[in-house]
């Protein structure tokens, strides 16, 4: 009888996902082409999904890329919605086949995420301060125009653990993985596995030969636990 029941909660699980990717998906889409970002093929999105796109600045996603905020399609306990956010002239660049949940990304200069990343649940990307580190600037009206800001690049196929926060100027190598809770504020290497605040190498580290290659068959619903 149980397991009739946990059966059908499944089924009924597996609808719900679905409806509620189609309708957040579609909501996304609206929501990028009115700004005038460019999204690739076969985009998915589930939950709120909130883009800020201003004139100067630019939002790229590429083909393939997930963004999902939804409880049902990842469960390690998401916070809120994506935010996609540009001030002034930032630039975002999602490569394809990456995924990020309850990410927020905030640029004033570029933030470039390249292709197969996985991004964990409430991930804090930011490539600005917000605030000047100047505190009469701050009392003022100036003050998050002078914030320090450097871009960001994350590889390919990096994986970004739950919680962790990655800091201006950072430049991440391929195939790098990042612990959970980590906050990164120096560069880590092709292959390398850091964790902790600030992030360190762990003494493990991949060598280069060691780091996955992926093919492009992976399946949409795959990739969608995956995140
Ligand atoms: C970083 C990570 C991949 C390392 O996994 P692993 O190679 O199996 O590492 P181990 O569990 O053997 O730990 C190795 C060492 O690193 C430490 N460590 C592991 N993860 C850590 C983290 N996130 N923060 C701080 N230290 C960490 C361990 O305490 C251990 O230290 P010790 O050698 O002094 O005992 C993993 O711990 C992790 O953080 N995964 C991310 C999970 C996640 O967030 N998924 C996404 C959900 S959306």
Same mark, same amino acid.
């Given at each position: 009888?149980?397991?009739?029941?946990?059966? !059908? %909660?499944?089924?009924?699980?597996?609808?719900?996902?679905?409806?509620?990717?189609?309708?957040?998906?579609?909501?996304?889409?609206?929501?990028?082409?009115?700004?005038?970002?460019?999204?690739?093929?076969?985009?998915?999105?589930?939950?709120? &999904?909130?883009?800020? /796109?201003?004139?100067?600045?630019?939002?790229?996603?590429?083909?393939?890329?997930?963004? /999902?905020?939804?409880?049902?399609?990842?469960?390690?306990?998401?916070?809120?919605?994506?935010?996609?956010?540009?001030?002034?002239?930032?630039?975002?660049?999602?490569?394809?086949?990456?995924?990020?949940?309850?990410?927020?990304? +905030? +640029?004033?200069?570029?933030?470039?995420?390249?292709? %197969?990343?996985?991004?964990?649940?409430?991930?804090?990307? %930011?490539?600005?301060?917000?605030?000047? /580190?100047?505190?009469?600037?701050?009392?003022?009206?100036?003050?998050?125009?002078?914030?320090?800001?450097?871009?960001?690049?994350?590889?390919?196929?990096?994986?970004?653990?739950?919680?962790?926060?990655?800091?201006?100027?950072?430049?991440?190598?391929?195939?790098?993985?990042?612990? !959970?809770?980590?906050?990164?504020?120096?560069?880590?290497?092709?292959?390398?596995?850091?964790?902790? *605040?600030?992030?360190?190498?762990?003494?493990?580290?991949?060598?280069?030969?060691? &780091?996955? +290659?992926?093919?492009?068959?992976?399946?949409?619903?795959?990739?969608? *636990?995956?995140?």
């Amino acid at each position: 009888m149980r397991s009739l029941s946990n059966k !059908a %909660y499944s089924a009924y699980d597996i609808i719900c996902i679905h409806a509620e990717m189609a309708w957040s998906t579609f909501r996304s889409r609206m929501s990028l082409a009115f700004q005038g970002a460019r999204c690739g093929e076969n985009f998915r999105s589930t939950g709120m &999904i909130r883009i800020k /796109l201003r004139a100067a600045g630019s939002i790229v996603i590429g083909d393939h890329v997930r963004l /999902l905020a939804g409880w049902r399609s990842n469960r390690v306990g998401l916070n809120g919605p994506v935010i996609l956010h540009t001030l002034g002239g930032g630039k975002i660049e999602i490569g394809d086949h990456s995924g990020a949940s309850a990410v927020v990304i +905030s +640029s004033r200069s570029s933030v470039k995420i390249g292709r %197969y990343c996985n991004i964990g649940g409430n991930v804090r990307i %930011y490539d600005h301060d917000f605030h000047s /580190l100047d505190a009469e600037t701050r009392r003022g009206p100036l003050d998050s125009g002078h914030c320090v800001t450097k871009p960001i690049i994350i590889g390919d196929d990096v994986f970004i653990g739950a919680e962790s926060i990655i800091l201006k100027g950072v430049n991440i190598g391929d195939g790098a993985i990042i612990g !959970a809770g980590a906050v990164v504020t120096r560069n880590i290497p092709a292959g390398g596995i850091a964790v902790g *605040n600030p992030a360190q190498l762990l003494k493990s580290q991949r060598k280069p030969n060691e &780091i996955p +290659s992926h093919s492009s068959s992976i399946k949409a619903d795959e990739k969608l *636990n995956q995140v």
